[in-house]
């Protein structure tokens, strides 16, 4: 395997070039590309021809490796088939939208979490990220939007819709980033220091691992949490997410509570509308009813949070179904007027996407 010079330390960078025999000041020029999110040497233009060749030869620059890109016809949404060093494969999504430009990231190669209606699960975990590799998700991200164009000033977070920067960053990706918490940890930090990416534009989303919680009130940065909660009661959570079983819906709101109070933060709650199909072939809502919608109302009202609906990714190897249109926006109306703030997650780039998690798993079998 080839060393991965992004990975190297500033000294150990600086070594491997005067190795090279090549003046010091080149591994800080490199690093400059790197930093850019340079895939390969040949981009770095400031560096001699054969001093690019020779380094495209013996090393490779980043920890992941383009697979495959796809864009939405409407040019909003790019999503990333990524290979690590050792093979395996992990996705990641830019989204350019009006408050910006955001990247969905993996914090695992695979899950074991085992939701029922989720594609990222179905091959299990293969192993943990390292800090490096989930970056790396947000620098093939910078390189999407800017490429080797000089910057008028260093990167900073900025809402300004025109800025080819990364501003947000979401961790929704394959995994469950509170199962790999140290690592996804020291990414946050590092998106922070190194891209300027301010705490409250970083979003992690957990199936509800409570001690992984507790750790984020620990660290004390006052990110944005969102619970993958997909049904008000336990009975029917049992269901469809067996982390259930350890945590229960209390337990989970309990720490999350104490997390949003901690940084008089909002908390997001995801609400995956599930159907399924009867014999006849029409779809049954299964937690998407109108009691169900009041018994979610029950227990969010008096909290300071927003419900995501979300609309099913259809996965073929999962038996559900997506409710139609109306049984949605019943669903949201109910909450509504229970005082509870809702929106419907508009869906983005479906039309390469598929689902959660999909790319992965077809290019696993071939597909
Ligand atoms: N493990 C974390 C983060 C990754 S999943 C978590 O559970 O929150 C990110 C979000 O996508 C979760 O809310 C998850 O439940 C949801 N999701 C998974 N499969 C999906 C599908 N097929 N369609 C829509 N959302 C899905």
């Not at 800080?28 to 850019?36: A, T």
């Not at 800025?163 to 922070?192: K, Y």
């Not at 997001?268 to 199909?277: A, S, T, V």
């Amino acid at each position: 395997m080839k060393p991965i010079l992004f990975n190297m330390t500033d000294g150990e960078l600086e070594q491997f070039i005067t190795g090279m025999s090549q003046p010091k000041f080149r591994a800080r020029q490199i690093r400059d590309w790197l930093q850019r999110g340079a895939p390969t040497a040949a981009v770095m233009k400031n560096l001699p021809e054969t001093l690019r060749r020779d380094l495209d030869a013996v090393a490779q620059m980043q920890p992941v490796r383009i697979v495959k890109k796809l864009e939405s016809a409407d040019g909003e949404t790019t999503k990333f088939l990524l290979e690590l060093a050792d093979g395996e494969q992990i996705e990641c999504v830019l989204m350019r939208t009006t408050y910006g430009n955001s990247v969905c990231v993996s914090s695992q190669a695979g899950c074991a979490m085992g939701c029922r209606f989720c594609a990222s699960t179905l091959l299990g975990l293969k192993r943990n990220l390292t800090t490096d590799e989930i970056f790396a998700q947000i620098l093939v991200a910078q390189w999407e939007l800017r490429g080797d164009a000089m910057r008028d000033r260093p990167v900073r977070p900025n809402g300004d819709p025109n800025n080819n920067d990364v501003s947000h960053i979401v961790i929704m990706g394959t995994g469950e980033p509170l199962q790999n918490t140290e690592n996804v940890i020291g990414f946050m930090e590092r998106a922070n220091r190194e891209m300027g990416i301010g705490w409250r534009r970083i979003t992690l989303s957990t199936c509800g691992v409570v001690p992984g919680i507790n750790d984020l009130i620990k660290w004390g940065r006052p990110i944005n949490l969102a619970i993958s909660l997909h049904a008000p009661t336990d009975e029917l959570r049992d269901q469809i997410m067996p982390i259930n079983h350890k945590y229960k819906i209390a337990d989970v709101m309990a720490a999350a509570d104490a997390f949003t109070a901690l940084h008089n933060r909002q908390l997001m709650i995801e609400y995956i509308l599930l159907g399924r199909r009867d014999q006849d072939g029409e779809t049954v809502l299964f937690n998407a009813t109108q009691q169900h919608a009041e018994k979610l109302a029950q227990l969010l009202t008096g909290k300071n949070c927003m419900v995501n609906l979300i609309p099913w990714n259809a996965v073929d190897e999962r038996d559900f179904a997506s409710p139609s249109g109306n049984a949605v926006h019943r669903f949201q109306d109910t909450l509504i007027k229970s005082g509870v703030h809702t929106r419907i997650r508009r869906e983005r780039g479906t039309d390469i996407g598929s689902a959660c998690g999909q790319l992965r798993l077809n290019s696993a079998r071939g597909k």
